[in-house]
C-alpha cells in the first residue's frame, strides 16, 4: 500500500516533530523514508538585498553570493544527517535529498516519486508567509501534488485510533478508501463523522458507508453531527477521542472556496493531530 513516504525538512521544531511522526508510521506501515532539504532559491538570489547594498554603497550583491551560498549548502547537510541520525537511532535507514528551487514545486516534484508526502504544518518561513493569499506550503502541497498529504502538527503523540470525515464528495470517497486501508494495516481503529443538518442527506452517506464497509473487517462506528462542517471537526478534533483525522481535500470549488472558505484550510492550520488528505 505505502511504500515510499518523502519527508520535506528544515531543521524547524514543527519540521522534527514531521520526522518523528515518518519514523511512526515507516515502522506500523513498513515504508521506506526519503528526506528532502530545499534550499530555497529566493534566499540565494536576494533582490531585495541587492537593491539595498547598491543604495547604501556596500559592495555588489554578486560578491555575497558565494558565501550565502555555501552557508545554505552547509546548513542543508547538517539537517539532512540530523535526519539521517534520528532515523538511525530508531532503526530505519532513510534516503536523503538536497535540492535548489522554489520550496513548494520542489516537494510536489519529489512527492511524484513517492506514495506519500509527510510535512510540517508550519515550516521555518512561515511568519513571513502568514496571512499570504498565496497559502502555506502545506496546503499548496495538497492542492497540487496528487498525492496523500499528511500535515503534522506542533507536537507529537502516538497514533491508536483515526477519524474519517466523510461528505460523500469524490476526494470524501477516496479518503474512505485510505482510512480503510490504513485501518486494515495498522489496525487503528475508525470515527467516521458525517456533519449535515439534513436528515435525508445523513441517511444517504450511511447507507453508502456501509455498503463499502460491508466486505472489511476493521473496528469502525459512524456518527452524524448536526452543524457547521469546519467548527464540528475542529471541535472533535479538540475532544481528544483519536490521533489522526483523515478526510478528503478541498472538495468544493474555488468559488465557493472564496466566498465562504475552506473547511480543509482551515483544519490544515489549527488541527492539533496529524491530518492525512487525499484529493
Sequence with gaps: MVKTILIPT?????????IDYGIYIAKKL????????????????????SDISG???????QEFLPVIEAGLNERAEAILKAFRERCEAAELYPEARKAIGIIDEIIIEEGKKTDWILLAQRGEHFHLTKGSILGSTAELVVRKSGKPVMVTPATYQDIESMALAYDGSPPADNALKL?????????WPLTIICITGDQAVADKLHKKIEAY???????????????QEDREIMKFIREGSVELLVMGAYGHNRLRELLVGS?????????KIPVLLTR
Design 10 to 18: 528544515d531543521g524547524s521544531d514543527y519540521g522534527k516533530t514531521a
Design 30 to 49: 513498513a515504508a521506506q523514508l526519503i528526506g528532502l532539504h530545499v534550499v530555497d532559491v529566493g534566499l540565494m538570489q536576494g533582490p531585495v538585498f
Design 55 to 61: 543604495s547604501i554603497g556596500l559592495p555588489p550583491y
Design 179 to 187: 482510512a480503510v486501508s490504513l485501518s486494515e494495516k495498522a489496525a
Design 213 to 227: 464497509l460491508e466486505p472489511f473487517q476493521i473496528d469502525c462506528e459512524t456518527i452524524m453531527i448536526r452543524g
Design 263 to 271: 473547511t480543509t484550510s482551515d483544519v490544515i492550520r489549527k488541527s
